[in-house]
C-alpha cells in the first residue's frame, strides 16, 4: 500500500516510525514531516491542512490510505473532500468526517453531545457576545475556579482557569467582546471545576466496533510540579496507575460505549481515533473533552506498547471489522520526556544543531520540531524539539532511562522536565 501521513510532529513520527514496520506497506509519504519522519518515509514539501495539495498529491502518487495526524484536516473536512471526488473517493481515510469532527473542533458541540448521551461531564452553559450578561450571572452559581473554553480550535491554548469571579469577568469580556482566541471565542463554554487527576485514554473506532488502546498521561505546564504557562505537552508516561480494570470498566460502559452509539445514532461517519479526555473524581471517570485524532506527546507513549501491525488495524477500520482483532499490549511502561527550547511556550530560537543523536541507548527519539539544515545536521525547527521515549518494567524505571537520555542528547538552550510522572508513583 502506499500510505500519506499528514503532520510534522512527534507524534507523526511517532505514527511513520511504527507504519514504516508494517507487511502493508510498500511506500510511505510525510507532509509536511520532519528530519525523524525522513528516516521512516518520503517528506513532502506542502502544508498539512492545504486540502488542494493533499488531494493532488493522492491522485499523483496513487495513495489507497490517507492517516491525518492533526485535527485541523479534519476540522476543515478532509475527509468529505476525498470521498465526495471520484478520483479519491477510494482512497481509505483515518480520521472521522466533517461533523465526527466537530467533536473536537467545538466544545459546545462536544458537550451538548455528552448530555444527549448521557455521558458523564462538568456542567456548564455556553454564551456569546449577545449574552454576556448571562454569562456573567451563570458565573456566580459556580464555585471557584471558574474554568472558560474557547468554543472552536485555539491551538491548545482555549482554556484557561479563573480563580476569582473578577478574573472570570474580565477573561469573559476578552474571549467574547475583544476576541482573545480569535473566531474560536466567538462562543465560550463556561463549565464547573472538576477536582481529580486527569488521564487520556484512546479509542480506535471503525463506526461500528472499537478497541481500546492504552491509557496516557500527559503533562501540560512547562515549569516543574506542573506550574507555569501550559504547552502542547512536556511529557507523558503509559499506563496510568490508577486507572485499573475497575475504573477502565466505568470507562467503556459510561463513556466509550455510548460516544460510538450516540455517533451511529446521529449518523456520523467515524473511522479514526477518539482522544477521550478524563478527569477521574474519586474513582469515577468524567469527560473533560474529546479530541478527534490521537495526543501528542501521548503517541509517543502509547503506539510504542502497540504489538500489532498498524496498518493491519487501519485495514481493519475501513473494512468495519475491528470486532475481528484482539489488541496486543506491551505489558511494559513507558515515559516520554520532551526536550524544547529555552523560552517555549513564548518566544524562542530555532536552528540550534542538536548532538549526540547516536549516543542514545535503550530509548527511541521522537522528533516534534526538528529539520536538516543544507550539511543535512538536524537542527530544531520549534518549540518542542524532540521526544525521548523508554521502556521499562516498572514506571520508574521507563523514566529513569528517559532522564539519562535527556541529559545526553544535547543542543544550545535546551530545557526539559525532570519531575515527568513523579506525582503518580
Keep these: 500500500m502506499k500510505i500519506l501521513l499528514l503532520g510534522s510532529g512527534g507524534r507523526e513520527h511517532t505514527l511513520a516510525w511504527k507504519i514504516a514496520q508494517s507487511q502493508h506497506c510498500k511506500t510511505l509519504y510525510i507532509a509536511p514531516g520532519n528530519a525523524g519522519t525522513a528516516q521512516c518515509g518520503i517528506n513532502l514539501n506542502f502544508s498539512d491542512s492545504d486540502i488542494q495539495q493533499i488531494e493532488n498529491c493522492i491522485i499523483e502518487k496513487q495513495i489507497d490510505m490517507l492517516v491525518v495526524g492533526p485535527e485541523l484536516p479534519l476540522v476543515n473536512g478532509i475527509y468529505d473532500t476525498l470521498k465526495n471526488n471520484p478520483k ?3 482512497v481509505s481515510v483515518i480520521g472521522p468526517s466533517q461533523k465526527g469532527a466537530m467533536l473536537e473542533g467545538s466544545k459546545d458541540f462536544a458537550k451538548e453531545f455528552m448530555i444527549k448521551n448521557n455521558i458523564p461531564t462538568a456542567h456548564y452553559k455556553s454564551f456569546t457576545k449577545e449574552n454576556i450578561e448571562s454569562a456573567f450571572e451563570f458565573i456566580h452559581t459556580l464555585h471557584p475556579p471558574y474554568v472558560l473554553k474557547a468554543d ?18 474580565n477573561t469573559i469580556k476578552e474571549m467574547l467582546l475583544s476576541e482573545k482566541f480569535g473566531k474560536a471565542s466567538q462562543k465560550v463554554v463556561i463549565e464547573q471545576f472538576l477536582d481529580g487527576i486527569e488521564l487520556s485514554v484512546f479509542v480506535l473506532t471503525d463506526g461500528e466496533n472499537y478497541l481500546i488502546l492504552p491509557s496516557a498521561k500527559d503533562y501540560k505546564r512547562i515549569g516543574e510540579n506542573n506550574t507555569g504557562l501550559n504547552t502542547g505537552g512536556m511529557g507523558a508516561v503509559s499506563p496510568v496507575p490508577f486507572a485499573n480494570q475497575t475504573f477502565m470498566d466505568k470507562v467503556e460502559q459510561g463513556i466509550i460505549i455510548p460516544t460510538i452509539k450516540g455517533l451511529k445514532k446521529e449518523k456520523i461517519t467515524y473511522k479514526g481515533f477518539i482522544f477521550i479526555g478524563l478527569m477521574n473524581v474519586n474513582g469515577d471517570p468524567y469527560v473533560i473533552e474529546y479530541n478527534v485524532r490521537m495526543g501528542d506527546p501521548e503517541t509517543e507513549s502509547v503506539i510504542p506498547r502497540i504489538e500489532n ?3 493491519d488495524l487501519f485495514i481493519h477500520v475501513e473494512k468495519q471489522s475491528l470486532n475481528l482483532v484482539d489488541i496486543v499490549i506491551n505489558p511494559q511502561a513507558t515515559a516520554s520526556i520532551m526536550l524544547v527550547s529555552e523560552g517555549y511556550p513564548e518566544t524562542y530560537e530555532k536552528g540550534k544543531i542538536l548532538s549526540n543523536l547516536d549516543k542514545i541507548n535503550d530509548s527511541l527519539l521522537f522528533h516534534a520540531g526538528t529539520k536538516l539544515n543544507e550539511n543535512k545536521e538536524v537542527i530544531s525547527n520549534g518549540g518542542r524539539v524532540i521526544a525521548i521515549t523508554s521502556f521499562g518494567n516498572t514506571l520508574e524505571e521507563a523514566l529513569s532511562r528517559s532522564n539519562k537520555n535527556a541529559e545526553i542528547l544535547d543542543f544550545e538552550n535546551k530545557y526539559y522536565r525532570t519531575d515527568i510522572g513523579k506525582d503518580i508513583l
Design 152 to 169: 472552536g480550535l485555539a491551538a491548545g491554548k482555549g482554556v484557561l482557569i479563573c480563580e476569582t469571579k473578577e478574573e472570570a469577568h
Design 309 to 311: 501491525d498498524l496498518l
Design 88 to 90: 479519491t473517493k477510494h
